[in-house]
């Protein structure tokens, strides 16, 4: 069976996360109802990660085994016209080998949190980005992070239902800049554990608003302890941007 690589984005809004869920709406449900309408087959997907309810991407990867090879495009756009109205559209489609898997292949995904940082509240991007009145300092947020980066015990961003065998994560990036009226914190890593990202931003968090220092920041990694995390973000902020693979 040909296979075939989606990279995809969707509005986290209306789903239950992005696996399937008997009774509940999810973003797998919508796209195999998709290639269901094209296809007539019934057919599993494999995505790169698993997001949480409401947690959005702009760079998802799945992969599909179709019964037919089919041109790319005709393949994008079939699906897409499949997904309406849905908040899920396929960006690129390309032919991959059978032993390429969206997930197992990985070597890095990477996640945006957007923090919009002004005394009004969002109107457009309601459900998109963590609203924080309180002014931040970006600078002091990205100095503080960098304590998070290379292999560690990450029990103490881990959620207490993480499934993961070892709280042990490499983060190779954690940056955290000002875009105008919002602050962005971006991430990097082969894996990572159950909300790991947002209970992270949610601690960076306390330190921009200056109710924590770097030095505490670090004492909380290295307690590897749940209840030293800070506040854990909403899902609202947090995007898949990308998903590496070698070559």
């Not at 998802?60 to 897409?80: E, F, M, S, T, Y």
């Not at 002091?140 to 881990?158: S, V, W, Y």
């Amino acid at each position: 069976m040909p296979r075939y690589r989606l990279t995809i984005e969707y509005d986290g809004r209306p789903y239950r996360g992005f696996q399937a869920q008997d009774g509940l709406p999810s973003v797998q449900d919508a796209i195999e109802a998709a290639v269901l309408g094209f296809t007539g087959e019934t057919l599993r997907i494999h995505a790169a990660g698993r997001t949480d309810t409401g947690v959005h991407a702009t760079g998802q990867v799945i992969h599909v085994d179709l019964g037919k090879a089919w041109p790319a495009d005709v393949v994008r756009d079939a699906l897409n016209a499949h997904l309406r109205p849905e908040p899920i559209a396929v960006l690129e489609v390309e032919d991959v080998s059978d032993d390429w898997h969206a997930r197992f292949s990985a070597i890095e995904r990477r996640y945006l949190y957007r923090v919009l940082n002004r005394p009004a509240p969002a109107a457009l991007d309601k459900g998109r980005v963590w609203h924080v009145r309180k002014p931040l300092d970006a600078a002091r947020m990205h100095e503080a992070a960098q304590a998070l980066t290379g292999h560690h015990d990450f029990t103490t961003f881990r959620d207490m239902q993480c499934q993961a065998k070892s709280p042990m994560k490499t983060l190779d990036v954690a940056a955290v800049h000002r875009e105008g009226e919002e602050v962005h914190l971006v991430f990097a890593s082969r894996s990572f554990l159950h909300r790991q990202v947002r209970s992270m931003v949610g601690s960076i968090v306390e330190v921009g608003l200056g109710r924590w220092t770097a030095a505490d920041l670090k004492a909380a990694l290295e307690a590897r302890d749940r209840t030293a995390c800070g506040q854990v973000a909403p899902a609202d902020g947090l995007y898949l941007t990308g998903v590496g693979y070698e070559g």
